[in-house]
Every structure is written in structure tokens, then in C-alpha cells.
């Protein structure tokens, strides 16, 4: 099973930018990676996710033109660069990973632990 450490939040003023990270091990080739946010009282909704050879992106309407979703040199780390973060973006934020995209953006894969963005001024 695959293991995801994820981090990168972080406290950040409105239209600030945080850039987190997920970093996989274990039996990771080929998996597709994205993420998940839960705001305090709200389900956990999908974000952002991106094939194994990063040649397809998806998104949540919610972050499209502020978020970008991308792998790293390695495929077995995926970056989430998010810019003019708004105070509804405060949420713990979840990588997942799983060989098909589409299990990925239904939340079916692994979990990371979560690390906590907060947007406030």
C-alpha cells in the first residue's frame, strides 16, 4: 500500500500563496495523485488532480485560475501552488493517490495525514 506524506500549509493573509506537497512511497508507479479539502463543518470536497504522466489535469470550479496542480520531476510527488488564497480556502488539506485519476477524484485512493492551510487577515 502506498504511503503519502503531505505538507507545505501554513498560515497566509488573504491573496497570499502556499505551495503544498505529497511525496509518495511505497508501490507508487504509475498512480495518479490529487487532493482533497475539509473545511471546519463541511464534508471533505474534491480540489485538484493529475495523471501518472501529468499530461491531464482536473478541478474543483471553485480554485480554477488560482490553483495549479503538478508533478514533480519524480513522479512520485505532486505539487499544489495555490495563489490569491481567499478565507474559504481555510480547510485541512488531503493528498490521495490511487492508479486511476478517476478513483483519485472520487476519493477512493490513499490518504495523506492532512496539513492545515488558514487564510485570514
Known amino acids: 500500500q502506498v504511503q503519502l506524506v503531505d505538507s507545505g500549509g501554513g498560515a497566509v493573509q488573504p491573496e497570499g500563496s502556499l505551495r503544498l506537497s505529497c511525496v509518495a512511497s511505497g508501490a507508487s508507479s504509475e498512480y495518479a495523485m490529487g487532493w482533497f479539502r475539509q473545511a471546519p463543518g463541511k464534508e471533505r470536497e474534491f480540489v485538484a488532480a493529475?495523471?501518472?504522466?501529468?499530461?491531464?489535469?482536473y478541478y474543483a470550479d471553485s480554485v480554477k485560475g488560482r490553483f495549479t496542480i503538478s508533478r514533480g520531476n519524480a513522479t512520485n510527488t505532486v505539487y499544489l501552488q495555490m495563489n490569491n488564497l481567499k478565507p474559504e480556502d481555510t480547510a485541512v488539506y488531503y493528498c490521495n493517490s490511487h492508479p486511476s485519476v478517476h478513483r483519485v477524484k472520487s476519493g477512493l485512493g490513499s490518504w495523506g495525514q492532512g496539513t492545515q492551510v488558514t487564510v485570514s487577515s
Open positions: 493529475i495523471t501518472w504522466s501529468g499530461g491531464l489535469t
